[in-house]
């Protein structure tokens, strides 16, 4: 799949904050240049812009969307910042077949809450823990390419209950040093939008530098992607005649 149009949206709070002040050592770009980075090498043919909560419209305007065939949402501390209108928005733009891709701590953002319809709220503790990501769905087009386990050397423990509806697909479990337990990739099927949640990726740690987690976030844009679907939510509409 080529040609694809990304767009990388991340707040940029600990990034204007340097909050942690090792994180920009980590992301000198910041998490967005470094999630644009990683779809670039994987994707070379992809247009990929990025969009913060400080530009205008949070760098979500129509016209932004509209040219914009997968959305990568990276958010933790200014989730309430986030313009009612905007998150309106996206979620037309995911009911008519834009693809979503939450990240990490973007389970609490208000769109994911939205079109999830729970508190998306678990468990955590951050104390530097080996995460192991394990594939559970094999054949999954997100799956693909990806080493079972999957092994980060440091992460944030994020940790079951995940009050999330059942997922429509789940492709990625993970396990953590304390014995927790993570459904940590899984997918979700809203209008004609698809999502995919991927949990790996705090700012205290260089997952997005990991190659195997840019193989993961590319494979879950090339399968969010729907470019050539009309960008229409589902709607009423008047039968016509009688099928027999």
Known sequence: MSGLRVTVWNEGVHEAENDPPVMAEIYPEGIHGALA??????????????ALLADPEHGLTEEVLAD????????????G?????VVDRVQRHVLGGMGLLVLHS?????IFQRLLGTTCSLGWRDG??????????????????VPNPLVIPEQETYSEFFDIPAPDELIFLSSFDGGEVFRSGVTFFRGHGRIFYFSPG??????????EIREII????RWTAQPDRPRTPPEVAKLDRHWR
Request: no cysteine; glycine share 8%.
């Open 37 to 50: 980075e990683g779809i670039r090498s994987e994707l070379p043919t992809a247009a990929v812009r990025t």
């Open 202 to 211: 705090d700012q205290r740690y260089p997952v997005y530098h990991q190659p």
């Open 106 to 110: 973007g389970h609490f953002s208000q």
């Open 81 to 85: 910042e986030v313009d009612a209108a």
């Open 68 to 79: 914009t065939d997968v959305l990568l949402w990276w958010g933790h501390l200014a989730h």
């Open 128 to 145: 530097a823990e080996q995460e192991l990501v394990w594939t559970v769905a094999p054949h999954h087009p997100i799956a693909q390419g």
């Open 218 to 221: 590319a494979n879950g844009i």
